[in-house]
């Protein structure tokens, strides 16, 4: 919601290049890493390593697996089990850009040699991807207390306070014949 707030409108975006466009940069770059490798966290395989050696992940194929493990209403786990196969498939490209340019760093890519150029990700993919695991916690959510839950964090405003005080201390600049920069 932040990140929307502050860079999903063309003006909002305009106002903060036009206030401190190097922070705001590294603000959006900070933000879409974030972004980028919580979804890849979430949709990691239930355990890294073999043998011994395995460790637990917190991750939906866990969730998952805890669940199947007290649940015998196999229609509702296979329903599950289709929701965390749609969130992999739609997550591919955001794993795939973690995997070779955020949380490794690929020779291919990095050089700009690799046959296959990254994916472009859209915010319309993050929005789908959020309701996807929306949908899913919400499938156990309901099964289980009949409640569902929104599981979308609202920002009642300190996103868009930013944009709002960086447009109004440019509008009261410029009435003051302070000019812009």
Known sequence: DAFQQLFGDPKSVAALNDTAPGAFSLIRY????????AFSRITDPKTTGHGKKAKENLTLKQLLHVVSRHCGDKVFLQGLAVKVEAIDMHCLPIRELRNRSIGH??????????????????????????WL??????????Y????????????T?????????????????????????
């Open 157 to 181: 405003g300190p996103a868009r306070n930013i944009v709002h005080g960086l447009k109004e201390f440019k509008r009261l600049q410029q009435k003051s014949g302070k000019g812009g920069h």
């Open 133 to 142: 695991l929306t949908d899913f916690m919400n499938e156990i959510l309901g």
């Open 30 to 37: 900070a933000f879409r890493h974030e972004l980028i490798m």
């Open 144 to 155: 289980y207390t009949g409640a569902y839950a929104d599981f979308v964090p609202v920002i």
């Open 105 to 130: 760093l690929d020779l291919g890519t990095a050089l700009k040699y690799h046959p296959n150029p990254l994916p472009d990700i859209k915010s319309k993919d993050v929005v789908k991807g959020l």
